[in-house]
């Protein structure tokens, strides 16, 4: 009888244990992810990625495939705001659209993860193609970027 009482209070418990450390273990791999992405970006280090035309979309690939998101869908928004030169700004932004794993609880920001890193640009001479944003996920928008 006693642990017909306790069980759901316990599954509650432990499930809602896991999704919360789903949700943390994203954050911290959308924190780290976007900035190794800037990182490689900064020093013109575009690693090859499939299906990716030019080195902008090399390094939005890139930063996707750093964060590699466990509970939900990832977008990325790559840009140069002050153009490419040495010591201008590289931005790059990303979003994991997270459902928590399981959706038991509520998540902190509606599940959705957001990150953005600046760093200076070390290299001269433009990467191919045109900075690119993914589109945000439905009621986002990239205005914090």
Known sequence: ???????????L?????IQYGLYFYDA???RNGVRE???????KNFPACTGAANDWAKLKCNTKSQIDAVTGDTYVKVSAP???AKGKRLVVCAMVD???G???LPMPNDGVIR???QMSIEVDGAPSGSASADTAPTGQDWSWC
């Open 115 to 117: 990150s953005k890193t």
């Open 13 to 17: 418990l432990v499930f809602g244990i």
């Open 37 to 43: 992405a800037a990182r490689q970006g900064v020093v």
């Open 98 to 100: 997270s459902e928590g």
């Open 28 to 30: 911290t791999g959308t």
């Open 102 to 104: 399981m959706g038991l």
């Open 82 to 84: 002050d153009g490419w």
């Open 1 to 11: 009888m006693e642990f017909a009482l306790v069980t759901p209070i316990l599954f």
